[in-house]
T-cell receptor, first 112, second 116 residues
Framework: DQQVKQNSPSLSVQEGRISILNCDYT??????FLWYKKYPAEGPTFLIS?????DKNEDGRFTVFLNKSAKHLSLHIVPSQPGDSAVYFC???????????FGQGTRLTINP | EAGVTQSPTHLIKTRGQQATLRCSPI?????VYWYQQALGLGLQFLLW???????NRGNFPPRFSGRQFPNYSSELNVNALELEDSALYLC???????????????FGPGTRLTVT
C-alpha cells in the first residue's frame, strides 16, 4: 500500500522557469511533510518541510504548498537552475511516530 | 559541522553471509534511522533507535537487526543474506523532542550492499 505517491517519475523544465513537483498521500494521520533532493551516489538532502497545520512554507527559491482536503502537496522551485537537476522525494510523518514514509521520487531535469 | 557518516561505502557479500553496516549521527543527535532503497524503489523504513533503544521497526524480517551504542552511533546487521537484500542502505539522524525542526532527518551517503 503506497501511502505517499509521486505520480510523475520524471519532469523536464527549462532553466529559469518554475518547476512544480507533486505528491499525493492517503493517510489522514500524516502530520508533517518533507521534501528531499537526492543526487546519484549521495544520501538525500533535506530541502524544506511543512506542518499539517500550515498550507504554505517558503525558503528562498523553494515553496511547499499543502492542500489537506485534497491530500496533496507540491514543491515549487523558482527560478529553476541546472544544479536543481536531481531526484526529489516527498516524505510524510505519521502523528505520534518518527519514521518517514517516502514517495517513489521524481527525477527533475533542468535544461539550459 | 560533520554530517552523518556511514561505513563502508560498498560491501560485497555472498548469499547466506552476514553484513554489518555502521553509522555515526550528527553530533548532538540522539535518534538514528535506517532505510533501504532497493533498485527502482523508494526509501523503505527499516529501524529507528533513540537513546540506545529500538523504538520502531518497519516491515522487514527479524534477520534485519541493529543496535545503538552509548555514543549514539549505530550498527545495522543483516543475517542470512539473500540476493534481494542488495540495495543502498541509508542512515539518518535527527533531534527528537529537542526543539524546532525535530522531525527533519539528515541522511548519510549510504552503504551499497551487493549480495552475490
Amino acid at each position: 500500500d503506497q501511502q505517499v505517491k509521486q505520480n510523475s517519475p520524471s519532469l523536464s523544465v527549462q532553466e529559469g522557469r518554475i518547476s512544480i513537483l507533486n505528491c499525493d498521500y492517503t493517510n489522514s494521520m500524516f502530520d508533517y511533510f518533507l521534501w528531499y533532493k537526492k543526487y546519484p551516489a549521495e544520501g538525500p538532502t533535506f530541502l524544506i518541510s511543512i506542518s499539517s497545520i500550515k498550507d504554505k512554507n517558503e525558503d528562498g527559491r523553494f515553496t511547499v504548498f499543502l492542500n489537506k482536503s485534497a491530500k496533496h502537496l507540491s514543491l515549487h522551485i523558482v527560478p529553476s537552475q541546472p544544479g536543481d537537476s536531481a531526484v526529489y522525494f516527498c516524505a510524510a510523518k505519521i502523528q505520534g511516530a518518527q519514521k518517514l514514509v517516502f514517495g517513489q521520487g521524481t527525477r527533475l531535469t533542468i535544461n539550459p | 559541522e560533520a554530517g552523518v557518516t556511514q561505513s563502508p561505502t560498498h560491501l560485497i557479500k555472498t548469499r547466506g553471509q552476514q553484513a554489518t553496516l555502521r553509522c555515526s549521527p550528527i553530533s548532538g543527535h540522539t535518534s538514528v534511522y535506517w532505510y533501504q532503497q532497493a533498485l527502482g524503489l523508494g526509501l523503505q523504513f527499516l529501524l529507528w533507535y533513540d537513546e540506545g533503544e529500538e523504538r520502531n521497526r518497519g516491515n522487514f524480517p527479524p534477520r534485519f537487526s541493529g543496535r545503538q551504542f552509548p555514543n549514539y552511533s549505530s550498527e545495522l546487521n543483516v543475517n542470512a543474506l539473500e540476493l534481494e537484500d542488495s540495495a543502498l542502505y541509508l542512515c539518518a539522524s535527527s533531534l527528537v523532542g529537542k526543539g524546532q525542526g525535530l522531525y527533519e532527518q539528515y541522511f548519510g551517503p549510504g552503504t551499497r550492499l551487493t549480495v552475490t
